[in-house]
Structures are given as structure tokens and as C-alpha cells.
């Protein structure tokens, strides 16, 4: 049966790309609760960036409402998390502390990561700007991010 | 000018990929001023009206002002269908769906849940479905749209 459906996807694959061709396209595969699960599951298993000390992922990625979500989403919910845990760290500790240096480092390794070379764009640099910004003292732009694409990573490790 | 790399992403095609049909979401980002891009997007969308959630993240500050979509293109939709769109952070959509026919090229703007168009300071993915009332069966090949994507 899977292997079957594999060859009808790639047949719509194939169909899709025929359709597009005047544009730079990538095809963007979709799954289902589960597997977004399981794929979540894996790159946390397997993930190649360090953790704050005293930090853990939880067993399972946040959960979406409906429909289906694109696959790289599996791995991009631990990326998050990771991201979210140094963005903890440094928002948390005070001006010269050598952790907001250790966080800072981390932070500025998120664009260049191997998920978000794929999956995040981010053409005008806000990322590195919002950074630089806050080494400046300014954290509005760095606490807004936190705040806003943070709050599972806030609510498992209840910060 | 941004550097979209494609990947080589493992090939993982579920059943539930297979029934949605596929579906493309890219992007060439064209910087449109110090604040605020305009990425070029493209979606093939399933026929049976499932809600298909990117997995490309942009950023977003709350400063740089209201985030807005134009359709440039579109193909193969029936006269009936509608597309909805609206901006995800993680699992969740964080503003109300905007909804239009795919014949449209006016620039809509997204807003948050409370109707502000001061969409907070995130990293946003896109949701987009065909939102049809009677018959959802595709004409011929899936739905596909291309907009600007002001963010």
C-alpha cells in the first residue's frame, strides 16, 4: 500500500512540476499528524546542536489543528526549541555575563543550521540584525521573538 | 538577495501526502525596502480542501509593518473555490484566514485573531486550502497560485 501511494505522490510530484515550470519551485512533501510526530522523533534523536545545560526536549513536538503540515516542520519543532532555549538563556542572564556570550554564539549559528538552510528565508538578514541589536542593549526585537515563537518551549519548561 | 537552497531532502511520501496531493511552496525573496520583503511564493494546493501547512519560516518584526498578500498567478481552479490563507508560528495559526478568490489581485492584509493589522514580532509559515462549498474534486490538475508576499 505504501509503496503505491509513494508512486501515485510522485506521479502528482511530477504532474505539479510540469504545471510550474516557468517558476523556481520546490516541492514540498506533506504528512499527517503521526509522522510530523515521528519525524519530530527522529531529529531530536539524532540532533546535531547542543542544548543549554538543564534543558531536554519533550517527548513531542506541539501539536497542530488540523490538515496536514509540510515535513520539514518535524525537524523545525526541535530547531525551535533549541532556538528558543538560547534565546532563553541570553534574555535571562544579566549584561557580562559569559553566558549571554556562550548564548549569543549559539543564536547567531540559527540561519547557518541545516534545517534552516532549507527551510528558513530570511533575505534581509532580520535575524542577524535583531542580534546585533541586541548586543547594542536593545532586546525588543529579540524578546518579541521569544515571546511569540516560544511559547511551547515556555510551556514545557515552564518559564 | 537571499540564497534559497534546495536541498537535498530525504524523499518521505506518506499516504496522507498522496491524498492531498502535492504541493510546492518556495520562495525568491526580492528585498522591497530597509523593512518589510516581498517574497515571491508559489503553492499547489490538494483538491479535497485539506488544510496544507508550509514549512518555510520568514521573519517577521512587528515594527516593520503590516504583513499583505497579492495573488500574481493562478491555475486550474473552478469558478466556485476560494483560497485561505493565513500565517502560522509553530503548530499554531496566529491570524484570522483571509479568504478571496483566487482571481483577485488586490493586496490583502493578513491580521491578528483581535483584527489588528500589528501582526507581532515572529517567525511566520503559511496555511493555505481551497475553500469550497459543494464539490471539491479538482478539474483536471491541483490548484496552484503564486503571490507576492509582503512580510
Redesign the interface.
Known amino acids: 500500500m505504501r509503496g503505491v501511494a509513494a508512486l501515485l505522490a510522485l506521479a502528482l510530484v511530477g504532474a505539479t512540476s510540469t504545471a510550474c515550470t516557468s517558476e523556481p519551485v520546490d516541492a514540498e512533501e506533506y504528512v499527517d499528524h503521526d509522522e510530523y510526530v515521528l519525524l519530530y522523533r527522529e531529529a531530536v534523536a539524532d540532533f546535531p546542536e547542543r542544548l543549554p545545560e538543564g534543558v531536554t526536549f519533550p517527548a513531542d513536538p506541539p501539536p497542530f489543528e488540523d490538515g496536514l503540515i509540510g515535513a520539514g516542520n518535524g525537524a523545525g519543532m526541535a530547531y525551535f526549541h533549541w532556538n528558543c532555549a538560547w534565546m532563553d538563556v541570553y534574555l535571562s542572564a544579566s549584561p557580562g555575563d559569559p553566558l549571554r556570550a556562550e548564548a549569543l554564539a549559539e543564536l547567531r549559528r540559527w540561519p547557518g543550521t541545516e534545517w534552516a538552510v532549507e527551510f528558513y528565508d530570511d533575505p534581509g538578514g532580520v535575524w542577524d540584525a535583531t542580534l546585533d541589536k541586541a548586543e547594542l542593549g536593545d532586546l525588543t526585537t529579540l524578546r518579541g521573538f521569544y515571546e511569540a515563537d516560544c511559547a511551547y518551549y515556555r510551556s514545557v519548561e515552564a518559564r | 538577495?537571499?540564497q534559497?537552497?534546495?536541498?537535498a531532502?530525504k524523499?518521505?511520501?506518506?499516504?496522507?501526502?498522496?491524498t492531498?496531493?502535492?504541493?510546492?511552496?518556495?520562495?525568491?525573496?526580492?528585498?522591497a525596502s530597509a523593512a518589510l520583503?516581498t517574497?515571491k511564493i508559489?503553492a499547489?494546493l490538494?483538491c479535497g480542501g485539506?488544510?496544507?501547512?508550509?514549512?518555510?519560516?520568514?521573519?517577521?518584526?512587528?515594527?516593520d509593518g503590516p504583513a499583505t498578500i497579492k495573488l500574481t498567478s493562478h491555475?486550474?481552479w473552478r469558478d466556485f473555490w476560494e483560497l485561505r490563507v493565513g500565517l502560522r508560528?509553530?503548530?499554531?495559526?496566529?491570524t484570522q484566514s483571509l479568504e478571496f478568490k483566487p482571481t483577485s489581485r488586490t493586496t490583502h492584509t493578513f491580521r491578528t485573531a483581535r483584527g489588528s493589522t500589528s501582526l507581532?514580532?515572529?517567525?511566520y509559515?503559511t496555511?493555505s486550502?481551497v475553500n469550497f462549498t459543494p464539490d471539491g474534486r479538482c478539474a483536471g490538475?491541483?490548484p496552484?497560485y503564486?503571490a507576492d508576499h509582503r512580510l
Do not use: D, E, F, K
Open positions: 538577495m537571499a534559497i537552497t534546495h536541498g531532502r524523499l518521505r511520501l506518506g499516504l496522507a501526502a498522496v492531498a496531493a502535492c504541493a510546492i511552496v518556495l520562495g525568491t525573496a526580492v528585498p520583503r517574497y508559489s499547489t490538494g485539506a488544510l496544507l501547512q508550509g514549512t518555510t519560516y520568514r521573519p517577521h518584526a512587528q515594527a491555475r486550474y508560528v509553530g503548530g499554531s495559526q496566529t507581532p514580532t515572529a517567525r509559515a496555511n486550502r490538475l491541483p496552484t503564486s
